[in-house]
């Protein structure tokens, strides 16, 4: 045959294996080339999957569907055309493994128990723990103790262990000590590094970290260790940076706690304010008004969740659920923090009876959390998502301490540019100080306190609040102006002047037609000439090019006279408000035409206003800022007493008594309205920098002075490293073990960090990808695969959108069978799930470019738009985001796009008569209607309101603090939760609940409050059903993953799972067989070497998992079908180092060379599911590990 003899020897090395490759990619062609199964559209011509898939998966065959012409009329009344059907290919078919089951649901039910059975198991058995020793041996390595004796051993055999580490934090992140204790015995690991006479360094070795695994013994065995934030005690346990995975696995009791008992960030504050009895506190005063005036209750204490609520540490948690007071001395814990070796030696004794009673803490706590967990979570995929949420692994070499070097390197070059720079303007300002000024204007400049002033500006940087002035920051045409107790903010020109004397009102050399000509006040002035350039220096000159266009704007726009018409209160203030901007135009440097439009707007708009006795303290307040004014419709709006005396109180709230002439206008701040910023140089501004509504005003003279641009740049370019420098840092020392060149980072994860369960990390799970202007930003590409793995993972798309979409077509049916049918004449249709399975972006029928031409705005920020309205974001802020997308929206035009976009979208709330059938049932009796979200906000809302909500998927229920029982903000759902009574506990409680409710209120006033009612927590409750239901979703394509890992026997683990992204780390091996046979045969679609990166079985069990947990969804929604746009993963990632996109070179200011020419990182590959069966045959095969051995032995001979 003329076989080469390299094709001889990989031949003899792995002959039986290659012969199968062989065979199988002759049949390749074959595979592709199937028989065209018919095309299968659904009721409004979206495709589905492949039968023979559809009926594996669903256990029940459709071969057809009949078009809905009642469904299609309802999609093309929100502009979708469904009759026309695309041109849709033949399906993907996949040869799927044995089920173990009828159907998917079945099969996934079985492998959760079976994955999650090992450690179910060894977790029971943690019934106890023996009495704690007396006393503890200062001995290296592990001692275990029982009752009355102790003994040395390698490592502790015992399957579950309750475990925490101690840490000097002076002396590295080594462990010091570690007390562990199982149902048999208690241990206590002592670092050799405390019993050395040698100064200690902070680097990190081997041998400084805890083994729980002998030497030469097997890795798998299924272990557990369960602590309070685990994640913090994993980093320190040598296994865990091993690349090969263990069977160890860690329970974390926050976790736990946040799952059960969790907070959001409002309940937090809350509870904290509580806790300290900071009852002045802003946030706590407003909640309890607010409740209080709904609720007429002013007892604090009435507010259950609080009661039933915790914080999240062990003290707090043990407290909340142990109902006792803590064991520690917090003395204690100080000398960890700020003691010495010795100050560890001198109280060991005390200090590991601390860490002790840290473990029996844990454990009592877990006692109790275990049930309470197991009854909210019952599914096994929810407990096994835990645990491999836990197991994250981070692979690095040597070059992620170069990246650290070369990203602090520029950020020092950056910081010292920038003090430089600012040193030139602060000269600069300096000599305009010394210049020979007009006597009287330098008499009303401060003199310096300090006598050497002249030697030159030093130590200025940009955190110094002299910095903004000297960069001369504007904000949408407006100077910014520092106050000591309003802090930053803009001065808006129009209360009454006082120019006497202000040459801010004057203008020389102006001729007769210039729109700016002097004009004279009506009183006389002292001052004699006109002012000069020197004397319109900024700020001045920007109040008057601002205040010209504003004025025209704001009183002439077609939108002003209908906004004000439209407000269903008028206020006291406004014949106030109005007639100082009559004044003020009067006396404004405008040209008289324009005086007299703007004069003739004032009255047009203030014709027809219902007088209002005019309240003489009000100073004036920012009309046209007041987003409280306005109301689109016609209904009276409920207010509390709390919040009219709030906006009786703001009109002089705003105001500045040290500048008479002018407004003070807060700069908005992301964490609450009217809250002060302390810098407008703060990371939540560089946005704004960004599209230019914070900017630097061109230097006076009109000179082309670039410094303060430059120094805007470098502050952007420089804040992502400025916020995770400190981050990084913290990880250097323990992660790359002394003298070695691989290492690992094990992230601190929080597995269920928020209510929704979300992992929490402080750096990898919320850090950037990769921009060319933030230095730093390189960081995830600087994760690396060892030499001969590399990294597979892919981006489910759109996975919020699609639950969301699914949960709402459920009730009607697109994505499947129809169900629930008897709601169908309330809802609209599903236009939401049509736009997220058919909708283009090319065609402009997707849901993110149909919203962004509906208002008139960029698609990415249309994208923000619709998953803050899908998280329970409403009207308000909706016209924040529209206000933060665009600079130049007035107030009244965001409402009106704000108000247009929720009526074309969540539609307008009607009431429905539901009758006797809707108690103690999750049903709503206000629904949307008339909007293309109507139907998912119905079906989302039908949970939240539920007794006791779940996700309708592994039926997770609700954190307690958020249920509508405990909350009581909801009064429907108060009445829901008295009927559910009726059948749990019974008539009594109920009847008390019910007799209580009809003693506050008469059936009209209950009525009226349930039409009115603001629920405060219900938006928490629609964001949890959505972004919960998402975990789900990654918790059973983790199980599944998990189970086509076992079943083939491929070395693969966990990397990182951020949100909707998954990457998981995997043996290259296979590849070099495959990669063998293709170059051998030469088959056309040869790889070069590089395409060794292509893992073709890893890359099939993405799409093999993808599609399964599609399937399960749509099957526990009561589907049996699923679209085929979403079933496989648009593309799956191959890559030696972690980024978001395999193809970007992740050029930054730290990393202008890119990844391939300083870390010799070459570039990755995305394959899409067409290009992943061409490689695979659409087949699985276990993998080999000796014949892959041998093949790559002999490759690497040859």
Known sequence: MGLQPCFLLRYKTGRNFLLKLFIRQLCVAKVLRRDKQELIFNEVNIQMIDRRLQELLFAKRIDSYELSKEACERLKSHGINAFDRSEGETPYYIDLPRLSGSNVKEHFESIASHLSKPYLQIIGRLSSLPEMPKSWKLLPGWTAYTKNSYFRVDCPPDEVLVFDTEVLVNEGHAPAIAVAASPDFWYLWVSPRLLSSMRLSKSVIADDLIRF???????????????????????????????????????????LHICVSGLTSTQRNL??????????????KDFVAEHNSRSGSNDPESLDWIKGASLNSLLDVFKFYCQKEPYQNKDLRSLFEKGSKRDVIDNFQALVTYCANDVIMTFETFQILWKLYQERFPHPATFYGLLEMGSMYLPINSSWIDFQERANQSYDDLNKKQKMLLQRLAEDALQRHNGSDRRW????????????????????????????????????????????????????????????????????????????????????????????????????????????????????????RTAFEARSNPDPRDDVLLGELRRSVELMPLDLDTVKRLISSLKKISDGSRGEQVNSKAKGALFWENKNRYETNNSVRWTSASRRKKLRRSATDTINPEIPTCWFCPLPNEAGTGLPVGSPLSKSFQVHIASGRLYSSPAAGGSEDRYADQILHDHIRASFWQSYSKRVIALRKGTVPCGRRYGAILPQVIAAGTISRRAVEPLWLTASNADPERLGSEIKALVQAPPGFCFVGADVDSQEMWIASLIGDSVVGFQGNTFMQHFEIYYSGTPYGWMTLEGSKAKGTDLHTKTANLIGIKRNEAKVLNYARLYGSGLEFTKHLLSKFQSNLRPEEASLKAEKLMRATKGRRVPVDMGEGWKGEAEIKYIWKDGTESCVF???????????????????????????????????????????????????????????????????????????????????????????????????????MAWLIKKYNLCARLCISIHDEVRYLCDQRCTDQIALALQVHRLPFCLSYYDNYKLPFPLLFFQISNLLTRALFAFQLGMHDLPESVAYFSSVEIDTCLRKDPLNDCKTPSNPDGLEVTYNIPKGRSLTITEIIERTGGAMEPFDNEACESATNASQSA
């Open 441 to 560: 204007y330098r008499e009303l400049i401060p003199k310096p306190m300090k006598d050497n002033y002249k030697g030159g500006p030093a130590l200025i940087t940009a955190q110094m609040k002299l910095a903004p002035k000297l960069l001369r920051l504007c904000w949408k045409g407006l100077p910014l102006h520092y106050d000591q107790i309003l802090k930053w903010g803009t001065l808006i020109p129009g209360r009454v002047p006082k120019p006497i004397g202000d040459p801010r009102y004057y203008e020389q050399s102006q001729s007769d037609e210039s729109p700016r000509r002097q004009i004279l006040p009506a009183f006389k002035v002292t001052k004699m000439s006109a002012a000069g350039p020197d004397e319109l220096i900024f700020p001045y000159r920007e109040y008057l090019q601002y205040w010209m266009k504003e004025m025209e704007e704001r009183l002439c726009g077609v939108n002003s």
């Open 938 to 1040: 119905n079906a989302l809302e039908a949970i939240a309101r539920s007794p006791e909500p779940r996700t309708p998927v592994l039926g997770a229920q609700i954190t307690r603090t958020l249920t509508p029982k405990v909350v009581k903000d909801d009064v429907s759902s108060l009445l829901r939760c008295i009927f559910h009574d009726f059948n749990t506990s019974g008539m009594k409680a109920a009847f008390e609940k019910l007799h209580h409710l009809l003693c506050l209120f008469t059936r009209w006033v209950f009525i009226f409050f349930l039409h009115l009612f603001f629920v405060k927590f219900l938006p928490s409750r629609i964001n949890w059903v959505v972004q919960s239901s998402a975990v789900d979703y990654l918790h059973c394509l983790l199980v599944f």
């Open 271 to 284: 509870k904290l304010a509580s806790d300290k009895h900071l009852y002045n506190n802003k946030l706590w």
């Open 213 to 255: 695994y002998p030497d030469g013994s097997p890795l798998s065995p299924p272990k557990c260790i369960i602590g309070h934030f685990v994640s913090y005690d994993r980093a320190r346990i040598l296994e865990e940076y091993m690349v090969e995975p263990t069977g160890l696995r860690f329970l974390d009791t926050m976790s």
